[in-house]
């Protein structure tokens, strides 16, 4: 099948009204839904910190009569749901929540999501739209293949693909060979994974006697980590296929917050659940559309944790004026960057205090380490370069091996990511005079 044949628009579907929304109603809509979503915070949060920070900052959620007004409110952040684990912000009885996913804190713990009936309903929706967005439709074979499980990716693309009423492939991460061969044989028209992960497949694909071009497929949806222009371009050439770029976090609901419609020009971001601010990071001041700032979101429709003004540490910008789509639902711009040393390493969510709780886990090791992150067949690799304590060797003569399996996996504990191991010798790891360089990205995206 040629790329121009794959391209041939889709069979009409319809999607929700809201994505056409005019903005005087829609912003009626989201003043209704926000202050549903403030009083339930406020009342609901088993912590009380919601209500505690609001009372601190002199507003109560009778305050909140315009949009506007949402600058009165306090941010929340990771570490609130860090500090507050593991049901701290929930805002339902437990009867009540229906699934839990979790990604990574910034210690050894899990941040923890949970979701009532309607925060499920509310998800697939945006998933659904998201894909009638990306040309899909209840036509078509939908291959799952980010991770099933805690991560929100699977689940998540699943949903919103039955929701759709395509037929869908639950295939899940990983045996890339497999992969490949369902992706040929069951005729799948669209797939949803990490982009590097497709690239992999792709590379892998001709080595299974499989040349992507001539299968049905003609539509990616990539995500759950930042990739370039350029990776996009090289996947769309060697497949074939168009590839849309799509956006979530757990905190907020998963993948389906933003993506792209088959324009490429930005992600539309689906406003009537999650109402977008950007900040200046460091003054917290909110910025104008077109300005590159931090995403912050608050959601407009979820019950199980109503979350307000989350700091993403995603740096975007709201881009101004109307797709040439015709959606009114606004557009933010693709995501390449973070405000803070979060990694994502095959779609993982890694920050560098993990690894060094890792690694202090073990005996004989000094607190000095760097995270060397790497792409080989397009698919992420982490080196962990440990320097030994100055006087682990002793008279004892250790076993290199044995440090070496038990940091591994000690990182594979906490993270579930397998890492090489490299160890150094005492005090041969660079010291910086600032802030110690802990990673180096060698990563093209
Ligand atoms: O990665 C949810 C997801 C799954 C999104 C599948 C898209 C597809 P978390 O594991 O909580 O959730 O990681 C969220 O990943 O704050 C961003 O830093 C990053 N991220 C997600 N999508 C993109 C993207 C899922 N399209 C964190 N571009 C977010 C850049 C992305 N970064």
Request: aromatic share 6%; charged share 25%.
């Amino acid at each position: 099948m040629s790329s121009q044949e794959k391209r041939r628009d889709p069979p009409f579907q319809a999607t929700s009204a809201m994505d056409f929304l005019p903005g005087p109603q829609m912003r009626e809509l989201q003043i209704a839904r926000l202050r549903k979503a403030v009083d339930a915070a406020y009342h609901g949060q088993r912590c009380g910190l919601m209500k505690q920070r609001m009372d601190a900052a002199g507003v109560k959620p009778d305050d909140v009569r315009t949009l506007d007004d949402i600058r009165r409110l306090p941010f929340s952040t990771k570490a609130d749901l860090r500090d507050t684990y593991p049901y701290g912000m929930f805002c339902r009885p437990d009867e009540e929540v229906v699934r839990i996913h979790a990604s990574s804190g910034t210690t050894g713990k899990p941040i923890v999501a949970g979701y009532t009936r309607n925060d499920l309903d509310v998800w697939a929706d945006s998933m659904r739209r998201g894909m009638i967005g990306c040309g899909l439709s209840h036509r078509d074979i939908i291959q799952v293949s980010y991770g099933y499980g805690l991560f929100t990716g699977g689940l998540g693309a699943h949903c919103g693909a039955e929701a759709l009423g395509a037929m869908v492939i639950p295939t899940s991460a990983g045996n890339t060979e497999r992969q490949v061969m369902i992706l040929h044989d069951l005729g799948s028209t669209a797939i949803c994974c990490t982009p590097s992960y497709f690239a992999h497949i792709a590379e892998k694909a001709p080595e299974f006697g499989v040349d992507i071009r001539k299968t049905r497929l003609r539509i990616g949806i990539f995500g759950a980590e930042p990739w370039s222009d350029g990776l996009r371009r090289h996947i769309e050439e060697t497949t074939g296929i168009q590839a849309q770029d799509i956006y979530g976090l757990t905190e907020i609901i998963g993948p389906g917050v933003a993506i792209e419609c088959l324009r490429q020009d930005g992600l539309h971001i689906f406003e009537d659940y999650f109402y977008p601010e950007i900040i200046d990071p460091d003054t917290e001041e909110v910025l104008p559309d077109g300005e590159e700032g931090e995403l912050v979101i608050t959601t407009l429709a979820k019950e199980a944790i109503p979350m307000i003004r989350y700091r993403t540490r995603d740096i975007t910008a709201i881009i101004p004026g109307r797709c040439a789509c015709g959606r009114t639902v606004r557009r933010i711009r693709r995501i390449g960057r973070r405000s803070d040393d979060m990694m994502i390493i095959r779609g993982v969510n890694v920050f560098p205090s993990q690894i060094e709780s890792a690694i202090l886990r073990v005996k004989g090791l000094s607190p000095n380490y760097q995270i060397v992150l790497t792409r080989e067949h397009e698919l992420d690799q982490m080196e962990v370069r440990v320097e030994l304590a100055e006087n682990a060797l002793g008279d004892r003569i250790l076993d290199i091996e044995e440090i070496q399996k038990s940091v591994g996996h000690s990182i594979f504990s906490i993270t579930g990511l397998h890492a090489r191991i490299t160890l150094a010798e005492s005090k041969s790891i660079a010291r910086s005079e600032g802030k110690a360089k802990r990673v180096i990205d060698k990563r093209t995206i």
